[in-house]
């Protein structure tokens, strides 16, 4: 018998409806970094929410402040970081609950891929016996139970002999089977959220593809909600259901993914987006880079912090920040020139 308790989805309408309420509510989420006398304001009102079933896909360079919005979440942050706003998961509030407590959420209700697996990973550890592991942290199964499930875990990261690479260390596997068994490791408890931070950014374009692959399928399956986060815009268009752009700590253009791809109108985003490698681009040209660099967290301006590096910059653009706001449907863009608008 299965120890692998989560069947496919057989949601009736109603509870196909429930699900549709936010699992995952973030509001005005602010991090700030307090280092050698300097505040660094990393993440400065954040609001997003992602419900079960449904891909969220985090965009940025690196900097954008992703990374730490979703660290938050998970109560990874160092020492000298402080958090405000409202983290509320399943319906309660995360934020501000003592590390043994969100240590129930993390690994068993919400669970993190990161980039690297080599570094994740035990060297000196079978890869099942690491799984076994995830597994009696959160669940009371005996050995032999746990043994099983972990076998089973490999199976669903499609990882071949699963019996037999149970036995193996990391550095028998390929990056991507390393990947495969941190997901597995993520998976362990059955998690209803699952972040992937830069989870394929490591790998070749072919094995970036079967591994978002495979997150989406286990996400269907399983009824996850998903959020990736990556500084590719291009996977954002393949994978998820809505994007959140971020820049400089904030959300600067949010839609639902076809929509935006559609009718891009922030000049960071239309940047990202020429950014992205075509294979009908001649092979003379570069490709185009976003110029400049992200600025400073320790001292923003009063105006748009893009300012800087925008081609569309204008006087107004320096007094104040541009709000995020919803101008079409469910299409929400901070900007005072965007794309479309009219103004050149
Ligand atoms: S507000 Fe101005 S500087 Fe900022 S992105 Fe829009 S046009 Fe560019």
Redesign the pocket.
């Known amino acids: 018998m299965s120890v692998l308790v989560p069947p496919l989805s057989t949601a009736a309408p109603d509870d196909r409806r429930a699900a549709e309420v936010a699992l995952l509510e973030v509001r005005d989420l602010q991090v700030r970094f307090r280092r050698h006398g300097r505040v660094a304001h990393v993440v400065n009102g954040l609001d997003f929410s992602v419900s079960r079933g449904r891909t969220l896909a985090i965009i940025g360079e690196s900097g954008s402040g992703k990374t730490v919005s979703c660290r938050a979440i998970m109560g990874l942050l160092p020492g000298f970081a402080s958090v405000a706003g409202s983290v509320m998961f399943a319906g309660e509030q995360l934020l501000g609950l003592p590390e043994h407590e969100i240590r129930r959420y993390r690994g068993a209700d919400i669970a993190m891929v990161f980039q690297d697996p080599a570094r994740s990973l035990n060297p000196t550890m079978q890869v099942g016996k690491q799984i076994m592991e995830a597994i009696r942290e959160h669940l009371p199964l005996s050995s032999a139970l746990a043994r099983q499930r972990a076998v089973e875990l490999l199976e669903l990261v499609r990882i071949p002999s699963p019996a037999r690479r149970f036995h193996e260390y990391p550095h028998q596997l390929s990056g991507g089977m390393r990947q495969r068994v941190m997901i597995a490791i993520a998976l362990a408890c059955h998690p209803k959220l699952l972040i992937a931070d830069e989870a394929t950014t490591a790998l070749d374009v072919t094995t970036q593809a079967q591994i978002m692959e495979l997150l989406l399928d286990l996400q269907r399956a399983l009824d996850m909600a998903l959020i990736f986060i990556s500084h590719d815009l291009g996977l954002a268009a393949s994978y998820s259901d809505e994007v959140i752009v971020m820049y400089a700590g904030r959300a600067?253009e949010r839609a639902p993914t076809r929509r935006l791809f559609e009718h891009v109108r922030?000049?960071?985003t239309k940047a990202l987006l020429e950014a992205i490698p075509r294979l009908d681009r001649p092979a003379h040209l570069q490709l185009p880079v976003v110029p400049g660099r992200p600025p400073d967290p320790s001292s923003l301006g009063s105006?748009?912090?893009?300012?800087p590096r925008?081609?569309?910059?204008?006087d107004?653009?320096w007094d104040s920040?541009?709000a995020l706001t919803e101008h079409d449907s469910e299409h929400w863009w901070?900007?005072?020139?965007?794309y479309g608008s009219g103004?050149r």
């Not at 925008?310 to 204008?314: E, L, T």
């Not at 901070?334 to 965007?338: G, L, N, S």
């Open positions: 600067v922030m000049p960071y105006g748009c912090s893009f300012g925008c081609p569309r910059v204008a107004i653009c920040a541009p901070a900007c005072f020139r965007p103004a």
